[in-house]
């Protein structure tokens, strides 16, 4: 009854491609923004803001660039967790070499560092589709993880192959890095920056270079016969992809954690941003955010369950329930819905522009 | 936009007319748009095409027809540069060449339908039909990632195209549907709508009315037609029901087992007995 476009008429094509055309979207966009920059940090204590909501935004930035490859451009990668250490060793090595450059130039030119790379190990898909995609892109993420932790060139020959981010600031105190760092700092900072790189990724899907990776997702012959060239079509995926990934990576270890090891970025991480992009949706900005949410959320959630309701039970048997709840949450959510959460929405926003009348 | 308007507002099919009784709709063209000359293809030990020459000239509809297995959807990919035959040349606008490629044939203005359709189903009607403007489409990634000013002016200039090839094929209906939801009709409708925005010079038809029924195909002979005469379009269609091509197409040319069997009018080919054989069976 209230979700409606009902008496909006749209007057011009411009208006009709607007992101988010229903009047009600954009009112709940601008809520959704103003409660994460100014509710959120008021009400949030220390410990939500940071092991919920900034781990949340790391992983959304890496949903996001997994789905730019796997949900838009239908290339199957299980590398993210390589390319997420290359954006986090790179960002270090280039903020030891020269202190003085900006933080985020210092994550940008690591996420550009990271896509050159992706673009090197994009070359097999080419030739290779798939599965064996898949796989190549295995190479990749053992390749890069064995690179980081043997060269100590990396660490800058710290003795236990751990790097942690010297102090950096946004602007005068701001710092988001380094012991300095306040949480709701690093967290309005992340909030501002996830949200202009994820528009930015919306743009992109939405303009000719994003068609182009969806015709070679759904129809790589038709594709090519529009003109598409599926060379450029591809790595051009690899690239930003693997751009947002090692920002993404980049985040992890100078925001999150402010101290990583190159174990840290393992297969583990790589399934996990994966399994993001399913249950959240592929082919999705929207799915990217709703899996990081899901998968950072569901075992937090499942953990103080128990003594929530006030069950006592013992720690371990709460940690092999939590293993057993999520994996059949997951289940259920693929055999509910295979598009994931964002279908989910998107099918619930139908129904209630209906509501109260079936059809 | 100016530039649009030039390249599909062309009619080049009057010339025709003059000439001859307006009884009589045999079209007169000189102009040959595309030739080729002796293409031989095969895949290892199978000839799929054995010296085969034939002409397309600008502004007509030139049939192929044959039996199944004849080689016809293979032409088709020789001409748009899927398959790259051992032997014979291709003339396209004036230039010779061995092979053609996929990408050098969009630009140079060959759209194609696909038999089976193929569509990008993820992806509405719409963006469906815009993939077909990706070659017209020129602002750089810095534009597309703001969007805003001039990459959204050049968006909805092609969108306008995209509109006004939706209004032709009166699927506006349509225009926010999945693809993959839609019916086999409408698809292959979508799907020429989408050869239709990349503003083609020669479009490549593989059956596009296979599994319709009457209206539907009436329907799409109709907009072949209509293609053919408001803009000049010069088109090349594979198709099995006679009834289709004898009515719309201007020249014939029949393909049996990878040889060309006949080449001509349509009042010709009828007529002509290795056609007949072919299609009929002949007694031994």
């Avoid at chain 1, 009600?24 to 008021?42: C, E, R, S, T, Y």
């Avoid at chain 2, 594979?238 to 393909?255: F, N, T």
């Amino acid at each position: 009854m209230f979700y409606r476009e009902a008496g909006q008429f749209k007057t011009s094509y411009g208006a009709d491609q607007a992101i988010f055309p229903i009047l009600q979207d954009k009112l709940a966009l601008a809520g959704i923004m103003a409660v994460a920059l100014f509710v959120a940090p008021m009400i949030a204590s220390t410990y939500w803001l940071e092991t919920i909501l900034v781990p949340f935004l790391v992983f959304s930035m890496a949903a996001i660039g997994l789905n730019i490859l796997t949900g838009y451009c239908g290339q199957v990668s299980l590398g993210t967790g390589g390319f997420m250490a290359c954006g986090a060793f790179f960002a270090y090595k280039l903020t030891t070499a020269f202190p003085d450059l900006h933080i985020v130039l210092v994550f940008l030119l690591s996420g550009l560092g990271t896509a050159m790379v992706g673009i090197l190990f994009g070359i097999p898909s080419l030739r290779i589709k798939g599965f064996y995609l898949a796989v190549a892109t295995l190479a990749a993420q053992f390749f890069l993880i064995w690179m980081f932790n043997k060269f100590g060139w990396w660490t800058n020959y710290s003795a236990s192959g751990v790097i942690s981010a010297p102090p950096r600031s946004v602007a005068g105190d701001l710092f988001i890095t380094g012991p300095l760092a306040s949480p709701i700092v690093k967290y309005l900072f992340l909030v501002v920056f996830v949200a202009v790189l994820a528009l930015i990724a919306k743009n992109l899907v939405r303009s000719r270079i994003g068609r182009s990776w969806m015709a070679i997702r759904d129809m790589d012959i038709a594709a090519e016969i529009i003109g598409i060239r599926p060379m450029i079509a591809k790595l051009s995926a690899f690239a930003i992809s693997s751009f947002y990934i090692g920002i993404a990576g980049a985040l992890w270890a100078f925001v999150y954690t402010g101290s990583v090891e190159a174990l840290a970025f393992e297969i583990n991480r790589s399934f996990q941003v994966l399994f993001m992009i399913i249950i959240g949706g592929l082919g999705s900005i929207l799915g990217s955010f709703l899996g990081a949410a899901f998968i950072v959320l569901l075992p937090i959630l499942l953990n103080n369950l128990p003594s929530l309701i006030g069950v006592q039970m013992s720690v371990d048997l709460i940690g092999h329930l939590e293993f057993m709840i999520f994996g059949a949450l997951i289940i259920f959510f693929l055999i509910v819905e295979p598009h994931g959460l964002a279908r989910l929405w998107q099918i619930g926003k139908e129904k209630l522009r209906l509501w109260p009348f079936p059809y | 936009m100016s530039s649009t308007d030039t390249s599909m507002a062309a009619p080049e099919s009057d010339q025709a007319l003059g000439a001859q009784p307006p009884a009589e709709i045999a079209r007169r063209f000189d102009e040959v748009l595309l030739s080729v000359d002796e293409i031989s293809l095969s895949f290892g030990g199978v000839k799929a095409l054995t010296g085969i020459s034939f002409d397309i000239r600008k502004g007509e509809i030139r049939a192929i027809i044959g039996p199944n297995g004849a080689g016809k959807t293979s032409m088709l990919n020789v001409i748009n540069g899927f398959y790259h035959p051992q032997e014979g040349t291709i003339t396209y606008q004036g230039e010779v060449r061995k092979q053609m490629r996929p990408h050098r044939a969009a630009k140079q203005g060959i759209a194609r339908t696909f038999q089976n359709v193929a569509l990008f189903k993820g992806m509405s009607t719409l963006d469906n039909i815009m993939t077909g403007r990706l070659l017209k489409m020129k602002r750089n990634l810095f534009w597309q990632a703001l969007y805003w000013g001039p990459n959204l002016k050049e968006e909805i200039e092609h969108r306008e195209v995209c509109e006004r090839i939706i209004d032709f094929l009166e699927i506006q209906s349509i225009r926010k549907t999945p693809v993959g939801r839609l019916p086999y009709g409408l698809q292959k409708r979508v799907e020429l709508a989408r050869a239709l925005a990349m503003e083609p010079t020669l479009l490549l038809l593989d059956e596009p009315m296979a599994g319709m029924n009457v209206e539907e195909k009436e329907d799409m002979s109709r907009f072949v037609l209509d293609v053919n005469e408001e803009f000049g379009t010069t088109i090349a269609l594979i198709e099995h029901d006679m009834g289709v091509v004898m009515d719309i197409s201007d020249r014939v040319v029949v393909l049996d087992y990878g040889r060309k069997l006949a080449d001509g009018t349509p009042d010709e080919v009828r007529g002509n007995q290795a056609v007949i054989d072919a299609y009929l069976g002949v007694s031994h």
